[in-house]
């Protein structure tokens, strides 16, 4: 059984207090003895301070965007040697906010991909269709289209390292959540193409996370399905006592 991955996209929220309280009480929760990977991403201003709270516990950080490059006259951008000077383990690359109100391309995905891989940060990459896509039958082409160019010229050691993420984007702020069985079909998809461009070692190995509205209600059903291997979660992570119960239903599926 492949590990669950539980991570929490905070997107633009939380101030550096906000942050802090989060953390403080999400560890009296009790962290010590969770199976499933968590990562945390917060706006990079507050990653040195979650960070330092949570250093001694199992909960991995990650940045919420990078740079293509490793430094140079690019006001406002964050490198992703500076992202792993902070503490990062962890890198989102190509979520569909970033391709969709900043112009990110599949290309410009691949070239952060890459960096990140050479930098030693873990990328989760995401990919995802619109509404008026998957009306006009055009979900297919497009989620493997944005694998294949996203993934160009990686290697399969390198795809060790990677997780996808696969985020609706109809269903991301809007309240809509896929059903378990649009998410499984989808999921099953992407894996049976890292099977058929890499390996069928890889493709039963490789994570695959559902972002989309993923929150208490519907955490179990969907992690129930054989290729959904976590979540990414959006609103429902900005909340201590839904984070950890999301994080605790995936742990009873782990041990029952």
């Not at 009790?30 to 960070?51: A, E, R």
């Not at 649009?182 to 049976?192: P, S, Y």
């Amino acid at each position: 059984m492949r590990k669950y991955f539980i991570a929490g996209n905070w997107k633009m929220n939380h101030s550096v207090s906000e942050t802090v309280e989060f953390c403080r009480q999400f560890r009296v929760k009790g962290l010590k003895n969770i199976s499933s990977d968590i990562v945390l991403f917060p706006p990079s201003i507050s990653i040195t301070s979650m960070v330092k709270i949570l250093e001694d516990t199992p909960v991995k950080i990650g940045g919420q965007n990078m740079h293509k490059e490793s430094n140079g006259a690019f006001t406002g951008e964050i490198s992703s040697e500076m992202f792993v000077d902070s503490g990062c383990d962890y890198i989102l690359i190509g979520h569909s906010e970033r391709r969709q109100y900043f112009n990110e391309t599949n290309e410009l995905v691949n070239q952060k991909l890459k960096k990140a891989l050479e930098t030693k940060l873990k990328p989760v990459i995401c990919i995802g269709e619109k509404l008026e896509e998957r009306e006009a039958g055009k979900t297919e082409d497009v989620i493997l289209k944005q694998l294949k160019k996203g993934l160009k010229d990686i290697t399969e050691a390198e795809m060790g390292n990677i997780i996808i993420a696969y985020e609706p984007i109809w269903a991301i702020g809007t309240g809509l959540t896929a059903k378990p069985e649009q998410a499984q079909e989808i999921h099953g998809l992407i894996r049976n193409a890292i099977k058929n461009d890499y390996s069928e070692h890889l493709g039963k190995n490789l994570r695959i996370l559902y972002g989309g509205s993923a929150k208490v209600q519907n955490a179990k059903s969907l992690l129930l399905e054989k290729d959904i291997d976590g979540l990414l979660i959006g609103g429902a992570s900005l909340k201590v006592n839904d984070f950890y119960e999301i994080i605790q239903i995936a742990e009873n599926l782990t041990n029952n």
